[in-house]
């Protein structure tokens, strides 16, 4: 976002900035600027889904460093799209590009800066949980973060280059300079090495007026203005630079003080039709005028908790006052509104091949209960899902649905529902049965049910290795071994169908989760950074399907083996009986006929060491009787602890065991 080309054009320029020790203050962040340059500049992997748990310690790390100097963070985020569509051409050209560069990852392996899907929520669930005090706006944040700053005298964090234009008493630090990780200092003398920017610097620097700064934007280019090319560069002093386009038009508005006058001599060089001159002065005029400050509606909220009126009223009465709450706090998606008030979702991009559907496909059926939920059943309208179509950007409209209970439900009161009309809308979506559900601990229980989803409905149809490595992935604790594997794979380009399957899968979870957000949490959230890892589900994968000993690197313990196979064993009941004559009808009776069979059952959890699985499966069948709950506990389990307790071989043999379930 922001003016074309401007933050590389000062680099060029440091003299403007100023070396200074921050701390000591409050600082507020522009929260999405944040979470995409943590992910992108820490190195993290992008190819394999993402490394959420190594993204939230990140994060940690982030405001441990800010608390140690005595900074207080105020987090702000985008919301909802500008609902005057006065960007739409803008954001519609990144999403084209977002599909190619998501294609080139996918075919070559190489980072093309695509975020993985689910980046958003491990960040606003880590700043919930540190209790960083978090506000999501309605529509676009950069003036409300203006205005905040201002009014509170501190300075922004951000690296969009708009800040360079908004006028700010504290003036911008630099995402870029900003060197969190190198505090400097002890105790109350702790600080963090940066630069500032004052836009008093700029126009004392380049020798033009302060008023004429959005001029300079709108004239250069931003997301609200498109002006035909006209070659700047040549009132530069060098032409051949690679910036010198900005730097010849700083030097041509250098005899100019006011903006009407700066305008119309810009509009009357670039020529063109009269006609045409007015409609290029009205755009930029509209342009310079998203740089004035507004009133700062967000003190209000950070203080006492009172949701702003950001929409006028025609909009803002279309949202509930429940809803209004729940977005301010991020306890809602921005997507949110977008479906409420203009009709249309732009669906994330993941790391894809260009000759596989799009993920978003499998997902669609739990948006389509989302939408009607939001939309109602009085309306006719239908919601313009933007997705992709091999590398073509496609505006799909979609019918919303509605369940049996669904249909009684009203988004006004929906907060107000019975928790049971709630859970069942959310588990008849995800389609399984809530009395084998509860089976299982709370915090496992939306994991699973997308999962089982999942399984039922991606296409091409997940294999058992890849359900297994998925589950295994949720339960091995950070070991030494397991960086190794992580390691061994980073540098892999990954298998475009199991990426693609694990794309699906994230998605299901995303949507899930939006739609459990939206009928007020009837199962409790899962915590996104413990639930997926992508380079260790992806190296699982891979060894298993090559035959690779999983016992040489991994160990886990008896409480993950006991959690890794509840978890798979309520996959196996939730999963609907096949229907004969569906497309899959044979292959899904054969594959519950190997799972109802204690003993193909065995050798479900054992195919990675095929041979070691033949010569065990009959003391298996012996000493691990396992039904269709994989939970029966026996007196021989007592007699085992204890003698485990005495004899260091029966417990390593018990070890063996565990391993032998993975």
Known sequence: MGVQGLTTFLDNHQKIYRDVQFGRSRLVIDGSNLYHRLYFESGLDQNHGGEYAAYESLIERFITALRT?????YMVLDGGSDHTNKKLETVTKRAEQRIERAHRAAKDGGKEDIRPIMTKWVFRQTLTRLKVPVAQCFGEADREIAALADKWQCPVLSNDSDFYIFNLSAGLLPISYFQWQDVKGNGSKSYIPCKRYYTSSFCIYFEIQPQ???????????????LPKFIWSRFAPDASRPQSRLEGLLC?????EQPEDTLKAAVELMGGKSQNKEKMLQSLSVGMEEYKLPRSSLVEFFVRGVVPPFLDEELIGRIPAWMQLCVMQARLPGDTLDVLLLHRLSLGTPVDHKDLPSANLTSRPLRQVMYGLLLGKETSYKVEERDREDLQLKFIRIKPTFSRVAQRLQLNSLHEAQLS????VLLEALGVKEELLNELPPQLRLLVAVTCYWWNRARPRPDLKLLKSLLLGMNLKDTSRLSAVVQACCHQKPDVGVAHSFSQWQVCMKDSMHLNQLLGLPLPEPDVARFYQGTLVHQLV?????????????????ASVQQYRDMLSAIHRLRPRPRQGSEFSESEQA????????????LFQLDYDEETEARSLAR???DLRLDDRLLLRTRYKTKERRNRC?????SRKEEGRGMDLL
């Not at 100097?69 to 963070?73: F, G, L, M, R, S």
């Not at 005495?646 to 029966?650: A, F, G, I, Q, R």
């Open 421 to 424: 009309e709630r859970l069942e």
């Open 591 to 602: 594959e519950r006929r190997a799972l109802n069979d204690h003993t193909n059952l065995r």
């Open 252 to 256: 041509w508005m250098k005899d100019f």
């Open 646 to 650: 005495n004899k260091v071989e029966l």
């Open 542 to 558: 891979h060894m298993r399907r090559t035959g690779s000993r999983l016992k040489r690197v991994l160990k886990p313990d008896q």
């Open 620 to 622: 298996a069948q012996e």
């Open 212 to 226: 004429l700064l959005p001029t300079f934007a709108a004239l250069a280019g931003n997301d609200y203005v498109k």
């Open 69 to 73: 100097c005595e900074v207080d963070p």
